[in-house]
């Protein structure tokens, strides 16, 4: 029905950068937002980025603003996070998520689909 596909991880040293995608089919006609969290070991998944499908009306949490970038193809059903100036407290799985409603987009339990996660590993 559904499946979403993260790509692009990998690791970077401390101000390097890394452009994650995310590979959205099925019904992705249903969605209206998707996002991006990360969650590094031992802590709660959080909130990175996430932006609306049909008007590209963006948010970043504050540790992402001015680094990173979220984009998107409707065309291609596409997500992308470029990340800037990378430093070793942005290592984590980050994954890709899909909202079916409108919400508080910082909250994980109101994202529908995800996806299976890409470990991106920053070192100092």
């Known amino acids: 029905q559904v499946q979403l596909v993260e790509s692009g991880g990998g690791l970077v040293q401390a101000g390097g950068s890394l452009r994650l995608s995310c590979a959205a089919s099925?019904?992705?006609?249903?969605?209206?937002?998707m996002g991006w969290f990360r969650q590094a070991p031992g802590k709660e998944r959080e909130f990175v980025s996430a932006?609306?499908?049909?008007?590209?009306?963006?948010a970043y949490a504050v540790s992402a603003k001015g680094r990173f970038t979220i984009s998107r193809d409707n065309a291609k059903n596409t997500v992308d996070l470029q990340m800037n100036s990378l430093q070793p407290e942005d290592t984590a799985v980050y994954y890709c998520?899909?909202?079916?409603?409108?919400?508080?987009?910082?909250?994980?339990?109101?994202?529908?689909?995800w996806g299976q996660g890409t470990q991106v590993t920053v070192s100092s």
């Open positions: 998520a899909a909202a079916k409603r409108s919400g508080v987009y910082r909250t994980a339990a109101n994202y529908d689909d």
């Open positions: 099925g019904r992705t006609f249903d969605y209206y937002r």
């Open positions: 932006i609306i499908w049909s008007t590209g009306i963006t």
